[in-house]
T-cell receptor
Framework: DGGITQSPKYLFRKEGQNVTLSCEQN?????MYWYRQDPGQGLRLIYY???????QKGDIAEGYSVSREKKESFPLTVTSAQKNPTAFYLC??????????????FGPGTRLTVT | AQSVTQPDIHITVSEGASLELRCNYS??????LFWYVQSPGQGLQLLLK??????LVQGIKGFEAEFKRSQSSFNLRKPSVHWSDAAEYFC??????????FGTGTRLQVFP
């Protein structure tokens, strides 16, 4: 079955450690996205990639980094510079980049807890 | 800049009752509008979308939404709610040059 997988579902880290969240899709989609979700704040865009080997900062990119070396993979690294990393992280993809016209398909999410 | 507002943070309905979730957007031209649903601890699933044409759009799971340009609204409706509809619902708006902007969500609780 085609879809988006995120692993692990729950992740625990100590403060000061970098952590990488995995996102893989087998939908052959060009565009991929990372969102952060906090209670009462909806979804906020961290980074997006329109095509392989290219990515752009979203609205809250500080303290995060990404790579897009393969079409199907878009890992997100939460660095120690991110002041409040504890959150639910969602990865999404769309067939091609069309800005706000893109229907996005979401993975199941990773809940990161940093103590 | 475009924005989307979901005025209701939490709504409670009885099973079998009708439902309307409100969404208001701010954008100068005709926007692209979406409704997504999220079950607890899960990702988002697209319910329906509006790009152009008929202002009443049908979605999955018996949901529909109506685009009203004069009111800058895109409210989600369902004639009879089922207990399995309990979830969080997100409205989103986009255009052809910018990213997708999500509202803060409305949590739906369904009582038997």
């Amino acid at each position: 079955d085609g879809g988006i997988t995120q692993s692990p579902k729950y992740l625990f880290r100590k403060e000061g450690q970098n952590v990488t969240l995995s996102c893989e899709q087998n939908l052959n989609h060009d565009a991929m996205y990372w969102y952060r979700q906090d209670p009462g704040q909806g979804l906020r865009l961290i980074y997006y990639s329109q095509i392989v080997n290219d990515f752009q900062k979203g609205d809250i990119a500080e303290g995060y980094s990404v790579s897009r070396e393969k079409k199907e993979s878009f890992p997100l690294t939460v660095t120690s510079a991110q002041k409040n990393p504890t959150a639910f992280y969602l990865c999404a993809s769309s067939p091609r980049w069309t800005g706000g016209r893109s229907e996005q398909y979401f993975g199941p999410g990773t809940r990161l807890t940093v103590t | 800049a475009q924005s989307v507002t979901q005025p209701d943070i939490h709504i409670t309905v009885s099973e079998g009752a009708s439902l309307e979730l409100r969404c208001n957007y701010s954008y100068g031209a005709t926007p692209y509008l979406f409704w997504y649903v999220q079950s607890p601890g899960q990702g988002l699933q697209l319910l329906l979308k509006y790009f152009s044409g008929d202002t009443l759009v049908q979605g999955i799971k018996g949901f529909e939404a109506e685009f009203k340009r004069s009111q800058s609204s895109f409210n989600l409706r369902k004639p009879s709610v089922h207990w399995s509809d309990a979830a969080e619902y997100f409205c989103a708006v986009g255009d052809n040059t910018d990213k997708l902007i999500f509202g803060t969500g409305t949590r739906l609780q369904v009582f038997p």
